[in-house]
């Protein structure tokens, strides 16, 4: 029941206090900040005596106006600090920055994504349209010094953007490619990734001689299932996981204690792979079998 002197109160906080009083959080917060603050049956009394029920309840009003308060303003601090790292623009509620906080969040959100932008490394996660002129000509090269690189290694041609190089990068591009191929070919183990009609007619004999001599090891990326079948006869270790992925992918501890350095190309690939992930150790590869994914590594412990 509202006491009497609940309902001679104004209509306006006659009408707020009649929503809080219906609403469960609102209750709950009441019982926790008035009831729960007035435990003992002295300090009850105490209150009852000094104040009376009006006063009591304007006291209560005050707590959980207080606590609301409190919650809201630390949800916005927390929402303040998320927009300030500049790197998560869509999880940040700009309308709740004051005009001053916005433009601190707009120079962060800037720094952020010509950090990512001068790697050159993901084309894709680049804001171009938010760079000046200048920033773009920077990241412009720094993305083309990245696919350089890439493409360079010879041995994922699929991530070469090719229509980005000039003549002669392009010339060793192809030598690259075409040395990183006859390497794979001639290890014989795995006929799938070779591609024969790259080679000439002396490195063709060659590599057929060595995929005779070696057992064959289909492809790593045709299926965990395939991977959790080689062993070590084929040069190949599989039973191994991951312990722990560290300085973000850059190395990768097994669980028998090995640690294990990953080429920087393939950074894409262990940079999201998971512990306890299941993985093959084969001659300076790990396959990560359960997302069907190999780098590069060679063993550093």
């Known amino acids: 029941m509202?006491?009497?002197?609940f309902q001679k109160r104004s209509n306006?906080?006659?009408r707020v206090m009649s929503v809080m009083w219906r609403n469960d959080f609102a209750g709950k917060i009441y019982d926790i900040f008035c009831r729960g603050l007035f435990q003992c049956d002295e300090m009850r009394r105490f209150v009852r005596d000094l104040v009376k029920n009006i006063f009591e309840d304007r006291i209560c009003t005050i707590f959980v106006l207080v606590a609301v308060l409190s919650i809201s303003e630390s949800a916005r601090a927390d929402n303040l600090l998320t927009c300030l790292t500049g790197?998560?623009?869509s999880?940040?509620?700009?309308?709740?920055l004051t005009n001053e906080e916005a433009n601190k969040v707009k120079k962060a959100e800037h720094a952020a994504n010509l950090k990512t932008c001068l790697t050159g490394r993901y084309p894709s996660l680049c804001r171009h349209e938010d760079l000046t002129n200048e920033e773009a000509n920077k990241v412009k090269k720094a993305e083309h010094a990245a696919n350089l690189k890439t493409c360079l290694t010879g041995r994922y041609p699929s991530l070469c953007r090719h229509e980005d190089l000039t003549n002669e990068e392009a010339n060793k591009v192809k030598k690259a490619e075409h040395a990183a191929n006859l390497k794979t070919c001639l290890t014989g183990r795995y006929q799938s990734l070779c591609r024969h009609e790259d080679l000439n007619s002396e490195e063709y004999k060659r590599v057929e001689s060595a995929e005779v001599q070696r057992p064959y090891v289909p492809s790593p990326l045709v299926g965990s299932r395939v991977a959790r079948s080689l062993?070590?006869?084929?040069?190949?270790?599989?039973g191994h996981w991951i312990q722990e992925v560290m300085s973000d992918g850059?190395?990768?501890a097994l669980e028998d204690g090995t640690?294990?350095?990953?080429?920087?190309?393939?950074l894409v690939h262990s940079t999201i792979w998971l512990p306890v992930s299941n993985v093959v150790?084969?001659?300076?590869?790990?396959?990560?079998?359960?997302?069907?994914?190999?780098?590069?590594?060679?063993q550093i412990k």
Do not use: F, K
Request: contains cysteine; proline residues 4%; charged residues 25%.
């Open 250 to 252: 850059r190395i990768i």
């Open 91 to 96: 999880l940040c509620r700009h309308e709740d």
């Open 12 to 14: 306006v906080q006659t």
């Open 231 to 238: 062993h070590g006869g084929s040069g190949c270790e599989s």
């Open 281 to 298: 150790v084969c001659d300076g590869m790990i396959i990560n079998t359960d997302d069907n994914e190999t780098v590069h590594a060679i």
């Open 87 to 89: 790197r998560y623009p």
């Open 259 to 266: 640690m294990w350095q990953v080429d920087e190309v393939d």
């Open 2 to 5: 509202v006491s009497p002197e």
